[in-house]
């Protein structure tokens, strides 16, 4: 089963990805964490990526790309993959619908948080605070990263949506616990 979950920066889906994968055994992808790897060891690629991110602009198309490509196929396993974060436009969906149907797959389901931008810069505030994460610090970043999402990451959903794979809307402005019983619920 490959699902893909979805959310602006700061829904909770880390969080939620963490619990799926406990409990369903998917292999997890993140280009969150993926890029933030490639920064950390300096690689060219984390270089390219660093000199977007630091102004809170999306990582472009291609450097994404190779970084999923390379890891599902490279990771894929009889129990799928959850896709979190990925894709992030409408051209990242299309690549990835076609590598995974290349390979004889599809993409099962989409979960999609919904969280009030209001809500997102508390998160924000928190979560720089207790996790240090320089990405988080500065406000006006983080608003550009939610804004890109709107732009971006949403015209990407409906392209998926209108591809027909089942979409389930979640509102994330609630407890994890309760977001995480939804999202298990669609399992069964």
């Known amino acids: 089963m490959n699902i893909i979950i979805f959310g602006p920066p700061l829904a909770g889906k880390g969080t939620q990805s963490k619990r799926i994968i406990n409990d369903f055994g998917l292999t997890h992808l993140s280009t969150g964490d993926a890029l933030r790897s490639e920064k950390a ?23 994404v790309a190779q970084i999923v490509e390379s890891f599902y196929h490279n990771h894929k396993s009889e129990k799928g993959i959850l896709f979190d974060g990925y894709p992030r ?64 990451t949403i015209p990407a959903i409906n392209f998926i949506k209108e591809s027909g794979i089942k979409t389930i809307e979640i509102d994330g402005n609630q407890s994890i616990d309760d977001i995480y019983e939804i999202i298990k619920s669609e399992f069964q």
């Not at 060891?41 to 450097?63: F, R, W």
């Not at 436009?89 to 690549?95: S, V």
């Not at 390979?103 to 999609?112: A, E, L, N, P, T």
């Not at 605070?129 to 610090?137: A, G, M, S, V, Y």
């Open 89 to 152: 436009n409408t051209e990242q969906a299309k690549h990835l619908l076609n590598v995974i149907e290349k390979d004889g797959s599809s993409i099962d389901k989409v979960i999609f948080l919904k969280v009030p931008k209001e809500e997102l810069l508390k998160r924000a505030v928190k979560r720089a605070e207790e996790e240090n994460r320089k990405d988080d610090k500065d406000s006006n970043i983080v608003l550009t990263r939610i804004n890109e999402f709107g732009n971006s």
């Open 41 to 63: 060891q300096k690689t060219e690629l984390g270089i390219k990526a660093s000199e977007y991110s630091s102004k809170g602009l999306l990582v472009p198309d291609d450097l």
